[in-house]
């Protein structure tokens, strides 16, 4: 149980193009998601925290304009960089927690296996 | 400030036993945890603990004492797939988790 997924695995775009990024719970519903960067053999970044139905939080530093967060449902959070450029190739991994599922402390975050996204 | 402190690498041999470190200062607290992430993958979970002691999950302990802000990580008849990253992260008392910068495991034959 708690799997994560997210799409797509890697993406090369243009410079100046925008690209959307998905993170779904696959078989429970997320009561929060979040958003996280990692540049290489660097620790992980939150940027920003998300619950269903409600705008996200974002962290010191993340431009809420360029990093765009929509979690429409408890199953679906997605993220959209906007006008990308090189310095934002890095890679973005969602995860999710969920309350009293058995089995399992509650807040555990489990993370959907990321994207790496390329800006040329 | 909250702050997470653990070591950057740490070098091992395949059948050895190995103990990561984790001190955590943080505004409140409601539990530690404790990921393995392989190069260019996402975290996985590997345990939590809240209260102080020791959780034993097969090859992988975990021990908290809250009173000195310390954990471990004790990976006992380490094997190659082990070789890995180990990230350690505290839950500050608005269930935020602040996280380490992870400790790079390296195991040799």
């Known amino acids: 149980g708690a799997v994560v997924s997210q799409h797509p695995s890697w993406v090369i775009c243009k410079s100046g193009t925008s690209v959307k990024i998905e993170c779904r719970s696959l078989?429970?519903?997320?009561?929060?998601m979040f958003w996280y960067r990692q540049f290489p053999k660097q620790s992980l970044m939150l940027m920003a925290t998300s619950n269903e139905g409600s705008k996200a939080t974002y962290e010191q530093g993340v431009e809420k304009d360029k990093f765009l967060i929509n979690h429409a449902s408890l199953t679906l959070s997605t993220l959209t960089v906007t006008s990308a450029h090189p310095e934002d190739s890095s890679f973005y991994i969602c995860?999710?927690?969920?309350?009293?599922?058995?089995?399992?402390?509650?807040?555990?975050?489990?993370f959907g296996p990321g994207t790496r996204l390329t800006v040329l | 400030g909250q702050n997470i402190d653990q070591p950057t690498e740490m070098t091992a041999t395949e059948g050895a036993i190995v103990q990561i470190n984790c001190t955590y200062q943080t505004s409140g607290f409601n539990g530690l945890f404790w990921y393995q992430q392989h190069a260019g993958e996402a975290p996985t979970f590997l345990s939590y603990n809240v209260l102080d002691g020791l959780e034993e999950k097969g090859r992988f302990s975990s021990f908290l004492s809250r009173s000195k802000g310390y954990s471990y990580l004790l990976l006992k008849e380490l094997q190659m797939k082990d070789s890995a990253s180990y990230l350690c992260?505290?839950?500050?008392?608005?269930?935020?988790?602040?996280w380490g910068a992870g400790t790079k495991l390296i195991i040799k034959p």
């Open positions: 078989d429970f519903q997320a009561t929060t």
């Open positions: 995860s999710a927690t969920y309350t009293g599922l058995a089995g399992g402390p509650t807040d555990t975050q489990y």
């Open positions: 992260a505290a839950m500050d008392s608005n269930y935020q988790l602040i």
